[in-house]
RNA sequence: GCCUCGGUAGCUCAGUUGGAUAGAGCAACUGCCUUCUAAGCAGUAGGUCAUGGGUUCGAAUCCCGUCCGGGGUACCA
């Protein structure tokens, strides 16, 4: 038992015997002692004045006093104001890293036969363009999510809905015919989904040329919009393609496959993958045929343009709608489809949607109308709402040429992790292959942990030319640190020393040793909170302050210089459990950590 | 307009179910490599926690108002 839940049953206890009073454990509240304080915890004891009846020095004079009487972990308090603080017996911390030391999953919740079976959906890209740095941020806090979902002990399904169908592709491929000349990626040299992304940027430059010429010859500007020839051009492709027209399915097809080869690239670069992929054009018929089930059933109603709606209002909502007056479907429609098409294929007990903010209404709407439609999980669904990416400049346009494109931003660090290395010179001896991978762990190390370590709630702020750096509260930080307690291992192995895990009961612990494993042994408990609110910051902040305290103590202390061998033993092995659980943090992060850096 | 989320150091961010003197990093300045990796460590400086009230032993944290900003409110996704 971890020794917080010790102390509040013992507090309780107390309660319970000086003043005869019955309290709950979860009206204990402990905090970590102030630094400037002696102490390993702190008990507070306000709560607890309108029991005893007597001033906060006192109370905790007679609480602390009870504590060390009767836990022998407690080994001695002082109170100051209303504060008791508690020294805990240096052998309670010792049998911590025994345990820590000892325990390959240390940290972690193993997943039982009945454990739920979460599916995380996560990246959700559109066909029509390459993956940029808003991409990115979903996938690498969807991936995290999975691993920490597991981490506490939950099955896990990782899925992705390629939005393939619709005006947008649609828009790329009238662009490829009319201006494309035959090229491919092959023909090109250029990744299929940024040749694709090109060609969307080339029908709206065409588009918008076409507008300005026909508000010149004095149509109106929305009238334009509607009447440029190439988006006349894309709807009807876009109706063909429904249709299944043969040449234009042959195109999309084509032009979808050169998409999917230049993602699965990007996602094998960012480290994330997914169990099941789902197509929005396998989706969105089952998806039309719920609302028809639905407009049956009488969950929803039509007008008289045909249009679908569903009436929310009296659920605190607006109506919405979810089939167009022609009979196409909407993105909520696909939605349905596909929510219904998952919970077929698998026995899901909780879906995790990792979709931005901006689109709260649209979960809220889509929870309410699977209820409506009479699937029981329609009200659990979890709408995982992180914020945007801004840049310096404000939002990223496309159109603006200010987006962020995944690929280069990822190629641009490497090359910065590579010259940072060999400016540093620290890796002699490494093959070529070796040292390409060191830099591209370094290089992903410092993007993911940037975007993981903010609340994923907020909005975030991304500098080109600031934001990627390798010193103070980065990943090369966390890994450098890694990489440093491994070369003392290595040293170590060299000379012979062998660690034993029995640690000397009679060591004399110093203060930055003891702070080291009482952090240790915060792990768990960090990993099963990041899970219940799904916050990989939270792994991200605590793995930066057990690193941030390691490189005090390394600082501190010598290790291999340590003539007394049980002290050296000691500092070995804790030196190892820290790097181990700085692994291990990482790893549910997504990010490596490198042998040597 | 309505709904919703946010505002903490020059900048980027932490800050536990309300607890002690609000913390890191970057940027600036100053020290520390003959010794286990200096991508490190130590120090200086930097704050009206947007703002005005309220709740209480105690508020960055909870409640109300105001100001500022993001997002949503589409037959876009």
């Given amino acids: 038992m971890h020794i917080d839940q010790i102390v509040k049953e013992k507090v309780v206890e107390a309660i319970g015997s000086l003043y005869g009073q019955t309290v709950d454990t979860s009206a204990v509240q402990i905090q970590n002692t102030r630094k400037d304080v002696e102490g390993d915890m702190t008990v507070v004891v306000f709560p607890f004045l309108r029991f005893s009846k007597k001033a906060p020095e006192q109370t905790g004079e007679e609480l602390g006093k009870y504590l060390t009487d009767n836990v022998d972990l407690v080994e001695n308090f002082s109170v100051i104001k209303g504060f008791l603080n508690l020294m805990i017996a240096q052998n309670y911390w010792l049998s911590v890293l025994e345990s820590a030391a000892t325990d390959d999953t240390f940290g972690f919740a193993q997943p039982q036969k009945d454990s739920p079976l979460v599916m995380v959906e996560y990246s959700s890209p559109n066909t029509n363009k390459p993956l940029h740095l808003g991409h990115i941020r979903n996938n690498l ?86 009447k440029a020839p190439s988006i006349v051009a894309a709807r009807d492709m876009l109706r063909k393609w429904e249709a299944k027209d043969p040449e234009v399915i042959e195109l999309w097809q084509t032009m979808n496959q050169w998409v999917y080869a230049g993602f699965d690239l990007t996602y094998k670069e960012l480290g994330v993958d997914f169990d099941k992929i789902y197509h929005e054009s396998d989706t969105y018929l089952v998806g039309k045929d719920e609302v028809f089930r639905g407009l049956k059933e009488g969950v929803f109603y039509q007008r008289e343009d045909q249009s679908v709606w569903a009436d929310l209002t009296k659920d605190g909502l607006d109506e919405k709608i979810l089939l167009r007056s022609d009979g196409t479907s909407v993105y909520m429609t696909q939605d349905i489809g596909t929510a219904k098409l998952r919970f077929d294929d698998y026995k899901i007990d909780k879906m995790i949607y990792v979709v931005g903010n901006e689109q709260n209404y649209h979960f809220q709407v889509l929870s309410v109308l699977l209820d409506k439609l009479g699937y029981d999980w329609g009200k659990g669904l979890h709408h995982f709402s992180y914020g945007m990416v801004e840049l310096p400049h404000g939002k990223m346009k496309s159109r603006e040429g200010t987006v962020v494109d995944a690929d280069d931003l990822m190629a641009e660090m490497i090359e910065v992790a590579r010259k940072t290395s060999e400016e540093l010179g620290k890796l002699e001896g490494y093959t070529d292959e070796e040292l390409n991978r060191t830099y591209k762990i370094i290089a992903l190390g410092a993007l993911k942990y940037f975007m993981l370590k903010v609340d994923p709630k907020k909005n975030m702020l991304f500098n080109p030319e600031e934001s990627i750096d390798f010193n103070g509260n980065t990943g090369p930080f966390i890994q450098y640190t890694h990489a440093r307690i491994r070369s003392v291992i290595r040293k170590a192995t060299k000379k012979g020393i062998q660690l034993s895990f029995d640690l000397d009961s009679t060591l004399n612990l110093s203060e930055k040793e003891q702070e080291l494993i009482k952090s240790l042994s915060l792990y768990p408990t960090v990993v099963k909170e ?40 000691f500092r070995l092995v804790l030196s190892q459990t820290i790097a181990d659980v700085v692994k291990s943090g990482m790893g549910l992060l997504g990010i490596e950590v490198p042998e040597r850096m």
Wanted: charged letters at 25%.
């Fill in 141 to 226: 806090l969807g991936y995290s999510i999975g691993e920490i979902i597991k981490a506490n002990g939950n099955k896990l399904v990782k899925t992705n809905i390629v939005n393939d169908r619709g005006i947008h592709i649609c828009k790329s491929m009238y662009a490829w015919q009319q201006w494309g000349e035959g090229k491919t990626p092959q023909s090109t040299g250029i990744k299929g989904d940024h040749l694709v992304g090109d060609f969307y940027v080339l029908f709206d430059k065409h588009y918008k040329q076409e507008i300005n010429e026909l508000v010149e010859q004095g149509m109106s500007k929305e009238d334009a919009e509607q």
């Fill in 530 to 569: 990041a899970g219940d609110i799904y916050s990989p910051a939270l792994i991200a902040n605590y793995i930066y302050s057990l690193v941030k305290e390691f490189n005090q103590f390394y600082h501190d202390h010598t290790i291999l210089g340590e003539e007394n061998e049980s002290v050296r033993n």
